[in-house]
């Protein structure tokens, strides 16, 4: 028998673990006094101890590694060591615009070798029934015409990367004004995790539509299958079964 799949993550617990929670953390409990004054250093351990254990534990419970998942938990933790050691302002700014920067470069760079990284990022067995895409390209004789198709996607998701870039950098570097190591710079850098919801994630998330829109449009136009026939099972939409009325006699 196969083993039950394993259920797709809260997006509420994950909003909780990776936001809300480091979000309140950081910004009422950075000042020393107070019962719930933590003072700037233990409020920032604390805060990135929630997403970082939470995402080592979605690595090791998965048991395979998500390249995105794992840039996450990179940025969070240089976000840790930076404000444990009082790095200038600067070195924030940089991390939060050179993260996406270096995915987008990346991914360009990728198309140069035999493991394009778009592929990794975008045709997921979570999202398509990859056996039966490749097999509808191979019927249609156009599995070439979808790898040159892929370099035009890549650009594309380059270009959203460029996009989270800019706006990350942007927004750190006019949030983060107090001397870091101090509560007040504590505090902004959970007003800057907020913030990133509104100011970064939505714009990035209407662009990248786009681009797997235009993914969606090849996939059904090369395959010559419907969008629905191409996505993974828990996906498709459930079809209505045909109830037959007996006949009279």
Sequence with gaps: MKEAESKPESPVISLLVNIVIPVCILTFMSKPDGMLGLGPVWALIIAVAFPVTHGIKTV???KKADVL??????????TGVFGLKQ???EWMIVKEAAIPLVIGLVIVIS????FPLIKKLMLTDAIFDLERLHQGLKDQNNEERFEKRLVGLSWGFAGVMLLSSVLSGTLAALVLKSPPG???????LGKMTGLSNTVVLIPVMIAMLFVFNALFNTLTKLTGLE???VLAAQHRKPKKECIEEPTAE
């Design 60 to 62: 090791i419970t998965k």
């Design 87 to 89: 790095l200038p302002k």
């Design 227 to 229: 969008l629905d026939d």
């Design 182 to 188: 101090s509560p007040e710079y504590a505090a902004e």
């Design 111 to 114: 198309l140069k070798t035999p």
């Design 69 to 78: 998942a794992i840039i996450g938990l990179v940025s969070v933790l240089l």
